[in-house]
C-alpha cells in the first residue's frame, strides 16, 4: 500500500527558533498533501491543503506566516513552524493524497514538537 | 457546519464486540471512514463506506451506514488487546476548487480488558 514518511520523528527546540517538518510519499505521486495538528487526547484539526507547485490553503485561524508550507515535488511537501512557542508543542501529522481508488489519504506517523 | 460526533471511551472485555458510533453533519458526503491510531503513532486507515452502501464487511470489522440518521457505526467482532487505540471517524467534504478534506471526529479511546 502507499507509505507516507514524517521526518523528524520528534523534535525538540527552543523558543524562537524554527522549526522543519518533512512529509513524503515513497510509493506514489501526491499532488495534494494534508498537514494536521493533535493536541493530547484530541482530534486532528485540518491546518491547510498543500498543492504541489502552488499556494498552501489554510483553514480558518491558522497563522500562514508562522506555520510555512512548502509542496516543492510531487512527493514532498515541508512545515516549518516559525518562531515557535511552548504554545506550538504538538503532534503535527501530515496525509498525502493517492487521487486513484476511493481518493483516500495516506497518513504519516507524526512529529512530536516540543518547544522549551 | 463541519462537525462529527463519537462517544469519547468504551471498555469492552477481550473476546467480545466492540461498537464504536458516529453521527455526521453532511448529507451529501460520498465516503465515510474509520481510522485507527495507536499510541505515539499516524493514522491508519481500517475501512471505509460508499454513502449508497447500508453495510460492509471486513474480516472482523463491519461498518453499518444510516443515511437517514447520518449515523456511523463500526464494530468489531472478537475484540483483541491488541485492538487497543483510538478509533476516528471522518467523513469527506468537497471542497470549491476540486479536492476534498477530511472531517474526523474526536476519537473513541477503545480499552480491551481481560
Known amino acids: 500500500g502507499a507509505v507516507v514518511s514524517q521526518h523528524p520523528s520528534r523534535v525538540i527546540c527552543k523558543s524562537g527558533t524554527s522549526v522543519k517538518i518533512e512529509c513524503r510519499s515513497l510509493d506514489f505521486q501526491a499532488t495534494t498533501m494534508f498537514w494536521y495538528r493533535q493536541f493530547p487526547k484530541q482530534s486532528l484539526m485540518l491546518m491547510a491543503t498543500?498543492?504541489?507547485?502552488?499556494?498552501?490553503?489554510?483553514e480558518q485561524g491558522v497563522e500562514k506566516d508562522k506555520f510555512l508550507i512548502n509542496h516543492a515535488s510531487l512527493t514532498l511537501s515541508t512545515l516549518t513552524v516559525t518562531s515557535a512557542h511552548p504554545e506550538d508543542s504538538s503532534f503535527y501529522i501530515c496525509?498525502?493524497?493517492?487521487?486513484?481508488?476511493?481518493?483516500?489519504?495516506?497518513f504519516g506517523p507524526g512529529t512530536r514538537l516540543t518547544v522549551t | 457546519g463541519e462537525d462529527v460526533e463519537q462517544s469519547l471511551f468504551l471498555s469492552v472485555r477481550e473476546g467480545d464486540s466492540s461498537v464504536i458510533n458516529c453521527t455526521y453533519t453532511?448529507?451529501?458526503?460520498?465516503?465515510l471512514y474509520w481510522y485507527k491510531q495507536e499510541p505515539g503513532a499516524g493514522l491508519q486507515l481500517l475501512t471505509y463506506?460508499?454513502?449508497?452502501?447500508d453495510m460492509k464487511q471486513d474480516q472482523r470489522l463491519t461498518v453499518l451506514l444510516n443515511k437517514k440518521d447520518k449515523h456511523l457505526s463500526l464494530r468489531i467482532a472478537d475484540t483483541q488487546t491488541g485492538d487497543s487505540a483510538i478509533y476516528f471517524c471522518a467523513e469527506r467534504w468537497g471542497v470549491p476548487g476540486g479536492y476534498n478534506k477530511l472531517i474526523f471526529g474526536a476519537g473513541t479511546r477503545l480499552a480491551v480488558h481481560p
Open positions: 453532511d448529507s451529501s458526503s460520498t465516503y
Open positions: 463506506i460508499f454513502s449508497n452502501m
Open positions: 496525509s498525502a493524497r493517492e487521487p486513484r481508488g476511493v481518493d483516500e489519504q495516506y
Open positions: 498543500s498543492n504541489e507547485g502552488s499556494k498552501a490553503t489554510y
